[in-house]
């Protein structure tokens, strides 16, 4: 073989070398970026209030999310309730997986009714859910169910079987909480449709629990001048959430018969677990009622960065 040949063989050769160094680089980059994003369950009782949807569709758009699945889930208390309050959840989580054409995100159907009884669990094709994927995960990584609503699935879950228990994160929103006296409030809507629910997530010594309180997330407001400016006039499912605000019955309060705010207690935990930096969060004893050990707290929001950050990734709608 001549010099020409062997320059040309080795050039072929240090090409195919540089190709191949190019794939295996873009398979690592793509495998790191999937085992950086947060898998998720977020579990919610969509067609109880107007900021669930918002805060589903802010996640569905969060890049960071591995969104698994949006279960159903029960809001049977409020003075508006059905006698199938879950089925009127799903019926809105389809709608807005439909409008957002959002794919490979199941919608399981949680239950319908709250735990009856302390240790008794009521299973639901969610809690089976949340049971099955618990159990696909690998090594230390978590699944991360965010709880927007009612207890009820992911008790019923942990109920059903304990061994999920290592393997999953519990994010709550719920509670009324005083971080300097560390005295909490259980009288607070989503826990009291599930008061049992709640005294699981609390009593299970080894469950991985952080709580978004309502002390806490109440200080995310949003007007309806700025839902109005980012969303007016637009169709999908920026309409349907125009609608869902203009129509729902504020059956708790009449100090804003003009529907002119509102607050976005489960965006504040969305936005929380998309930008950890706008929120604070700390670790408090549980009640004195409940099983003695620390959980997180979410203490401080930035009410206004998360503002911006919401309407910024709703852009892309």
Known sequence: MNNSHLNKSIKKINNYLFLGLLLLCSIFINAQDKTQKLDLIIDADTANEVDDLYAIVR????????????????????????????????????????LMNAKGISLPLGSNTPLTEYGKPVSSDASQFIIETAHKMKGDQKLNI?????????????????????????HYLGFWHTPETNIYNKKEFNSGNDPIAVEVLLNTKTLNLDVMTATTSQ???????????????????????????????????????????????????????????????????????????????????????????????????
């Open 59 to 98: 996640a569905i758009l969060e890049p960071s999310f591995n969104l698994i699945a949006i279960t159903s889930a029960q809001f049977y208390t409020s003075p508006l309730a059905s006698d199938n309050t879950v089925s009127e959840s799903q019926k809105i989580n389809e709608d807005i997986i439909s």
């Open 219 to 317: 200080h995310l407001v949003f007007t309806k001048q700025e839902v109005d400016l980012h969303l007016k006039d637009k169709k999908g499912i920026a309409a349907y959430l125009i609608n869902r605000w203009e129509t729902y019955d504020r059956w708790w309060t009449k100090e804003d018969p003009k529907k002119e705010k509102w607050t976005m207690w489960d965006i504040a935990i969305i936005e929380a677990l998309a930008k950890p930096k706008l929120s604070t969060i700390e670790s408090h004893l549980t009640p004195p009622e409940n099983t003695q050990r620390n959980i997180g707290i979410h203490t401080k929001i930035d009410a206004e960065q998360m503002t911006s950050d919401f309407w910024n990734t709703l852009k892309k709608i």
């Open 146 to 170: 965010v709880v927007l609503g009612s207890c009820t699935n992911i008790a019923s879950a942990i109920l059903e079987d304990p061994t999920i228990i290592p393997k999953i994160k519990v």
